[in-house]
């Protein structure tokens, strides 16, 4: 997909596979059951993960994964900002931007994303 123009991403993004737990957010209902999604690339600012039913742009979801090699898991909550069809998969890329995590895993992950790219 062709964003129109040079990267505006503040954070440098890694590929990388990660079983994530999520769940939508409705502060008025509560969360609604837990589902099962892949990430597809990870960085200080958002996940991109892979699931099999679509959600809806500006949505919430309470999320959790923990980074491989960890022990320790990260919880977020997180504004659906990108949904796209994979056709040829079934399934659904979903862009997930961190609106609310702790400062000290959002610092975890970004220095696990710089490592793995080699900086």
């Given at each position: 997909m062709d964003y129109g123009g040079a990267e505006k991403r503040r954070y440098g993004r890694?590929?990388?596979k990660v079983k994530v737990e999520l769940s939508l957010y409705d502060p008025a209902k509560g969360k609604t059951t837990p589902q099962s999604a892949e990430s597809r690339?990870?960085?200080a600012g958002g996940l991109l993960v892979l699931i099999d039913r679509p959600l809806e742009v500006s949505s919430y979801v309470l999320a959790?994964?923990?980074l491989p090699g960890e022990t320790e898991q990260h919880?977020?909550?997180?504004r659906v900002v990108r949904v796209e069809e994979m056709e040829a998969l079934r399934r659904y890329d979903i862009g997930l931007e961190f609106v609310d995590i702790v400062l000290g895993d959002m610092e975890k992950i970004d220095k696990y994303v710089s490592n793995e790219m080699g900086g």
């Open positions: 890694l590929d990388a690339n990870v960085s959790r994964f923990t919880d977020f909550i997180a």
